[in-house]
C-alpha cells in the first residue's frame, strides 16, 4: 500500500475550477492505478475518473467527462485532477485512492486517502 494525502478542495463558484492533488508516500507509486472518486452527504462513495501507472490512458465518469482531467507525475508521487465548468452538483469530498487493478470499482482499490471537501456554489 501507500499512504496518500489529498489537497486542493476549497469553495468555488459555478462555472469555477480547481485543482486537487494527491500526494504518495513510498517507492511503489508508478506501479499503482490511481483514481479519484467522490462521495455526496448521504450518498454512496462514486468513480471520477482513474489513470494507469504510466499515466498513459484515463478513463472518466460520464458526469465528468470533458469538464474533469487526470494527470500523474510519478516523479513526484503525485496525482491530479483538473476540474472545470464545476457544478453544483459536483460538491462533495474527493478522495484519491491506489489499486494494482486499472479500474473503476472502488472495491479494487486497496490504499485511500483521507478526503478533501469540494463544494460548488450556485
Known amino acids: 500500500q501507500v499512504q496518500l494525502a489529498e489537497s486542493g478542495g476549497g469553495l468555488v463558484q459555478a462555472g469555477g475550477s480547481l485543482r486537487l492533488s494527491c500526494a504518495a508516500s513510498?517507492?511503489?507509486?508508478?506501479?499503482?492505478?490511481m483514481g479519484w472518486f467522490r462521495q455526496a452527504p448521504g450518498k454512496e462513495r462514486e468513480f471520477v475518473a482513474t489513470?494507469?501507472?504510466?499515466?498513459?490512458?484515463?478513463y472518466y465518469a460520464d458526469s465528468v467527462k470533458g469538464r474533469f482531467t487526470i494527470s500523474r507525475d510519478n516523479a513526484k508521487n503525485t496525482v491530479y485532477l483538473q476540474m472545470n465548468s464545476l457544478k453544483p452538483e459536483d460538491t462533495a469530498v474527493y478522495y484519491c485512492a491506489g489499486s494494482h487493478i486499472y479500474g473503476i470499482s472502488r472495491h479494487a482499490y486497496d490504499s485511500w486517502g483521507q478526503g478533501t471537501q469540494v463544494t460548488v456554489s450556485s
Open positions: 513510498g517507492r511503489t507509486f508508478s506501479s499503482y492505478a
Open positions: 489513470i494507469t501507472p504510466s499515466g498513459g490512458k484515463a
